[in-house]
């Protein structure tokens, strides 16, 4: 059983940055990926980024590649989306999620643990 909790949404201009955190508890498994997804009101959980928990394997939408930055620090268990030139279309519950496994996925049911979710808004 894994415990995510996401945090640092907020709402920020357009053009701006904001910097998402999501701290993993209770992990039992040996090897794993941290992913960040999101979903604005109306549309389907979109894939944004996943990383697996040694670093240097990384794996991007392809809408987010140029402005959006994942990464981890291995020591806390800890996941971070650094997000910069944000725009109105960003605007989202962003979710973290975890799944057991050495193979970058980029689907929502590929994993099985989720955070609650952190709101980001991006005024014009």
């Known amino acids: 059983q894994v415990q995510l909790a996401e945090s640092g949404g907020g709402l920020v201009q357009a053009g701006g940055s904001l910097r998402l955190s999501c701290a993993a508890s209770r992990r039992t498994f040996s090897t794993y990926s941290m992913a960040w997804f999101r979903q604005a009101p109306g549309k389907e959980r979109e894939f944004i980024a996943c990383i697996w928990y040694k670093g240097g394997r990384t794996l991007y939408a392809d809408s987010v590649k140029t402005r959006f930055t994942i990464s981890r620090s291995l020591a806390d268990d800890t996941a971070f989306l650094q997000m910069n030139r944000l725009i109105p279309d960003d605007t989202a519950v962003y979710y973290c999620?975890?799944?057991?496994?050495?193979?970058?996925?980029?689907?929502?049911?590929?994993?099985?643990?989720w955070g609650q979710g952190t709101q980001v808004t991006v005024s014009s």
């Open positions: 999620a975890v799944r057991e496994g050495y193979m970058l996925k980029n689907g929502p049911d590929d994993y099985p643990w």
